[in-house]
């Protein structure tokens, strides 16, 4: 989990937002059962959660990405059952009354655009645990 505090200027006692920030990895895409996500529900303190989900185009999903013995890491058919895999994860999310942020690249950058992007302008701390 990754924790975004955020200075609020517009509040005249001047608090702290603070957003938590799961990355579901691919062997992971459930609700129930998920001890990662457990934890950070805990973490977030009430403050809420934004659920990231990222094909990771550095490892598996790019076009030569390939395994130490040579074979292609995800082929048509893997990809194909990942995008169903993250579909029904963000429709389970929405149901819920939340949302899944999906993100093309290497999670390293992508992870960063949205703590970038959560904290805005007016600078922020980020934690990760």
Request: net charge positive; charged share 20%.
């Amino acid at each position: 989990a990754l924790q975004i505090s955020k200075n609020n200027n517009n509040d005249n006692n001047n608090t702290m937002k603070q957003l938590t920030i799961h990355w579901f990895r691919q062997t992971d895409l459930r609700l129930h059962d998920n001890p990662a996500l457990h934890r950070t529900v805990q973490l977030s303190k009430r403050n809420g959660v934004l659920p990231v989900f990222v094909f990771d185009t550095t490892r598996i999903y790019g076009s030569n990405v390939t395994s130490p013995t040579g074979c292609q890491k995800c082929g048509p058919r893997r990809a194909q059952f990942v995008i169903e895999a993250v579909k029904d994860l963000r429709e389970t999310l929405h149901k819920r009354g939340s949302g899944l942020v999906v993100g093309v690249g290497s999670p390293e950058d992508v992870l960063a655009r949205i703590a970038t992007a959560a904290i805005g302008t007016n600078g922020g701390n980020t934690d990760n645990d």
